[in-house]
């Protein structure tokens, strides 16, 4: 890291986390959105040989691109298999339940990206029509009474947002570039 990439941070002018109404509904949809939205922000620019390094040596699986793709079936299985009871091609199996992780490695950052943000568009208009306390018709394994869609959101923000700190981190640890 030079001391010029040091000194790149991500711009913090975004204003897409104030929503334009305050009903619930487009509260959690818009907090939903920004943290999508920041995972884009975050990955801008990064080529794709720091996207798939793995800095931290007890976490090999731990990398940029393998986050974009975990979040991306992530996604997709709350929404399409747990919410609305569907099936998915989801990459993991029983024998590999990192396979998320481990298929990123082949593909670029951009198509990664690229599918995300297909997924989350796809999920949007899945759920619009839905109201915050439809009840989940897919498969729980914890637990016997279905979840909402309000849950659903509410894990997904959580969840984006989490592994939107692993990718600042992973960023910072590439390139210097430091997020805000």
């Known amino acids: ?67 974009v793709s975990h979040l991306r079936w992530v996604e997709s299985s709350w929404i399409e298999a747990t919410l609305l009871g569907g099936a998915i091609d989801a990459p993991w199996t029983e024998d590999d339940p990192d396979r998320e992780f481990r298929i990123a490695a082949g593909v670029p950052l951009a198509q990664l990206l690229a599918e995300y943000r297909a997924a989350c568009a796809r999920h949007r208009d899945l759920v619009a029509s839905l109201d915050l306390d439809a009840p989940s018709r897919g498969d729980l394994d914890w637990r016997t009474e279905p979840v909402t869609l309000r849950w659903v959101l509410f894990h997904l923000i959580e969840e984006t947002a989490r592994h939107n700190g692993h990718i600042d981190i992973l960023r910072e640890l590439a390139d210097g570039t430091r997020g805000r």
């Not at 204003?15 to 990955?43: N, Q």
């Open 1 to 67: 890291m030079t001391s010029e990439s040091a000194s790149q941070s991500i711009p913090a002018g975004r204003s897409d986390d104030i929503p334009p109404r305050w009903d619930e509904r487009t509260v959690l949809t818009t907090f939903l959105d920004y943290a999508r939205g920041t995972v884009h922000a975050k990955c801008a620019g990064l080529p794709d040989a720091d996207a798939r390094r793995a800095p931290l040596p007890g976490s090999p699986l731990m990398t940029i691109s393998g986050l």
